[in-house]
Nanobody, 126 residues
Framework: VQLQASGGGLVQAGGSLRLSCAAS????????MGWFRQAPGKEREFLAA????????DYADSLKGRFTISRDNAKNTVSLQMNSLKPEDTAFYYC????????????????????WGQGTLVTVSS
């Protein structure tokens, strides 16, 4: 299983970025795909996830509707649309995959995720 994250970069506060995660190596219909981030000196934190089979989503409460996760079945990609970015959103962003046998299972814990992509850096300037 390979996960390739892309789309990071430098953006001004208030701007938007769209991250993508290309998944390959197997069929992901039995997986939950998640996005996490890790800022310097901080722990990696859950942002959002989508159950590939059902399309059900879950978001960290702290995002307050600024981020939207989506999946493209045809392209085997998962995206994270980030709006109204703030300097505190600066971090490495990671996509991850968790095996799931339920439409309703959407884990937030890092330990539940089996595969991780490399990080993509998002820098938000003030």
């Amino acid at each position: 299983v390979q996960l390739q994250a892309s789309g990071g970069g430098l953006v001004q506060a208030g701007g938007s970025l769209r991250l993508s995660c290309a998944a390959s190596g197997r069929t992901f219909s039995n997986y939950v795909m998640g996005w996490f981030r890790q800022a310097p000196g901080k722990e990696r934190e859950f942002l959002a996830a989508v159950n590939w089979s059902s399309g059900n989503t879950d978001y960290a409460d702290s995002l307050k509707g600024r981020f939207t996760i989506s999946r493209d079945n045809a392209k085997n990609t998962v995206s994270l649309q980030m709006n109204s970015l703030k300097p505190e959103d600066t971090a490495f962003y990671y996509c991850a995959a968790a095996l799931s046998d339920s439409y309703y299972y959407i884990p937030r814990a890092l330990a539940r995720y089996d595969y991780w992509g490399q990080g993509t850096l998002v820098t938000v300037s003030s």
